[in-house]
């Protein structure tokens, strides 16, 4: 891209991402998972092998596709516990960025091994579900025959349904990660966890 | 025998205990694991012990045996299980589970060549996974304590009570017990460290290992014990201490 395209360019997504900003989703979590799902396979296998080269291309996909289904600051906030007591909007806004940053590239990486969209099955809605929480349970069908269950926690947002968790096989990742962070946050403060995790310092392992 | 045996090592082990409560150590989930100086202790030794001696030998195997005959020699294992599967479904009045786990066996052991090959779970017939501590907490026993045991590693008192069951029941340690051959014994541990070799980059990466370990085991059994649905995390209890 020249540099006269970049300028345009960048304004457009500006534009766009504070347009979808303030739209509201409609839609309820089962069906953003399935369309979520959908479109992000149908992409995979439209550009695999060039994803394949390059996996910061998918990520980019996946930034885009994923992030905006997520309240990335509810799942802060739940990761943090007390420990984001006292932490300024900004702060707790860069830890977010940061905590997304590597969920999205480990999300990405685990999207490669995926062959076909028939691998995805979104599960008919069970127990008590609610505006505050709402579990859509999905299962990715294995190499082997089996299935591995991903279950993804919403909660109703001004701006529509949003998830905020992930659990695999019973593993949540708010509960996984919040025993790894908080207490480094505890002890050495919000910026420099947020550098940390920013550098690869610290691996968010699920 | 290893029942007049235990009891000792029980009452040590809450020596082993008291002599740690001194220690004004912060607890991370004072909850489900009060124990946790002792526990960090263990498991501090077993990771020397597994660096030492359980991961050289698990690495050696994984890379003599390509990948096809070590799921056989995994799926050989767990369809040996069958036994402790069985008769905990049964305890927990799962009769559905009961008849799928016997039919999954007598599948496997036939067309699958011994459990070599799973062919069941090819076509589509549901692994069941129940033993002794799931029965006890589908009993009653919910909440149980962490518990790392030395060289066994995670547990919780519940489900290393189970485990002590399950010896009797397990072809494998019913080999050692009553024939003194540790050979299936030490195969299927080696084997199962073997497959999970993958995770220790992910384990060696966590801030802090040992929280990692213990919340993937616990959250893991409750998964287990409510077969693949447990109840959802109390997320309000988090954000109110936020």
Redesign the interface.
């Known amino acids: 891209m020249t540099k006269k395209a970049l300028i345009p360019a960048l304004l457009l997504l500006l534009w766009s991402s504070v347009v979808s900003a303030n739209r509201v989703d409609e839609r309820d979590p089962a069906t953003i998972i399935e369309d979520t799902t959908k479109h992000l396979l149908a992409t995979l296998e439209e550009h695999r092998a060039e994803f394949s080269d390059d996996p910061t291309r998918l990520q980019d996909v996946v930034r885009t596709d994923l992030l905006p289904l997520i309240d990335l600051n509810y799942s802060a906030?739940?990761i943090?516990?007390?420990a984001?007591?006292g932490a300024r909007p900004e702060q707790l806004e860069s830890f977010s960025q940061a905590m997304s940053g590597v969920l999205v590239n480990r999300y990405a990486d685990g999207l490669l091994n995926f062959r076909s969209d028939e691998q995805v099955q979104v599960l008919p809605m069970?127990?008590k579900n609610s505006e505050?929480?709402t579990?859509v349970r999905t299962r990715i069908k294995l190499e082997?025959?089996?299935?591995a269950?991903v279950d993804y926690?919403f909660h109703k947002t001004e701006q529509g349904w949003k998830a905020?968790?992930v659990t695999v096989?019973?593993?949540?990742y708010?509960?996984?990660f919040?025993?790894?962070?908080s207490?480094?946050v505890l002890a050495e403060g919000i910026d420099k966890v947020t550098e940390d995790i920013q550098a690869g310092n610290?691996?968010l392992?699920? | 025998m290893p029942s007049t045996s235990r009891i000792p090592f029980f009452l040590l082990l809450t020596l082993l205990l008291g002599a740690c409560s001194g220690q004004q150590t912060k607890l991370t989930d004072p909850e489900r694991d009060p124990w946790e100086p002792y526990n960090r202790k263990i498991h501090a030794f077993n990771m020397g012990f597994d660096r030492a001696i359980f991961r050289p030998v698990a690495k050696g195997y994984d890379y003599v045996m390509p990948d096809a005959p070590q799921r056989g020699v995994r799926n050989f294992f767990r369809n040996l299980a069958f036994p402790v599967t069985l008769l905990n479904s049964l305890l927990q009045g799962k009769m559905a589970d009961a008849f799928t786990s016997t039919g999954r066996f007598m599948m496997n052991s036939t067309i699958g060549l011994l459990g070599f090959f799973d062919v069941a779970t090819k076509v589509g017939i549901e692994e069941v996974n129940e033993d002794f501590g799931q029965t006890l907490a589908v009993w009653g026993w919910k909440d149980s304590r962490y518990l790392v045991m030395p060289v066994f590693g995670p547990y919780t008192v519940r489900d290393f009570v189970g485990r002590g069951f399950y010896g009797y029941f397990h072809p494998v340690s019913y080999a050692v017990r009553e024939h003194n051959n540790y050979v299936p014994l030490v195969i299927d541990l080696v084997t199962l460290r073997a497959e999970l070799l993958p995770f220790q980059a992910d384990i060696d990466a966590a801030a802090d290992p040992y929280t990692l370990v213990r919340d993937v085991y616990l959250q893991n059994r409750e998964y287990n014990i409510y077969d693949g649905d447990p109840p959802a995390p109390d997320y309000d209890a988090l954000l109110e201490e936020y």
């Open positions: 906030r739940l943090l516990g007390k984001g007591r069970k127990g505050k929480l579990r082997n025959g089996g299935y269950p926690a905020f968790d096989e019973g593993i949540s708010v509960i996984t919040r025993n790894q962070i207490p480094r610290i691996k392992n699920d």
